[in-house]
């Protein structure tokens, strides 16, 4: 079992700042991918920023130069700091990683959530 625990949503005002933190536990063995996805209700989840196999990062064109993406690949974290954020950047975000278990099996887990309001 892979779990992901994201932290560090909130409520914002235009312009300001946040950073999201996500912990992944179990009985991981390798980590592929990992990175961060938004959904608002009743549309489909969209990919923020992923590191790609190979440690590539990859950024929505709408939070290039934005937003940064940062892993700690010891601790099994992945950050996601947020600037100048505007309401288009209201959503859920959530954590996704990828990769191998103990087991040597396939795991693709997402974690439960973390609010993200901006205000006008």
């Known amino acids: 079992q892979v779990q992901l625990v994201e932290s560090g949503g909130g409520l914002v005002q235009a312009g300001g700042s946040l950073r999201l933190t996500c912990a992944a536990s179990?009985?991981?063995?390798?980590?592929?991918?990992m990175g961060w996805y938004r959904q608002l209700p009743g549309q489909q989840r969209e990919m923020v920023a992923v590191?790609?196999?190979?440690?590539?990062?990859n950024y929505a064109d709408s939070v290039k130069g934005r937003f940064t993406l940062d892993m700690n690949y010891a601790q099994k974290k992945v950050f996601l700091e947020m600037n100048s954020l505007n309401p288009g950047d209201t959503a859920v975000y959530l954590c996704?990683?990828?990769?191998?278990?103990?087991?040597?099996?396939?795991?693709?887990?997402w974690g439960q959530g973390t609010q993200v309001t901006v205000t006008s």
């Open positions: 590191f790609t196999a190979g440690g590539v990062e």
């Open positions: 179990g009985n991981i063995q390798s980590i592929r991918t």
């Open positions: 996704n990683a990828a990769g191998r278990t103990t087991e040597v099996r396939f795991y693709d887990a």
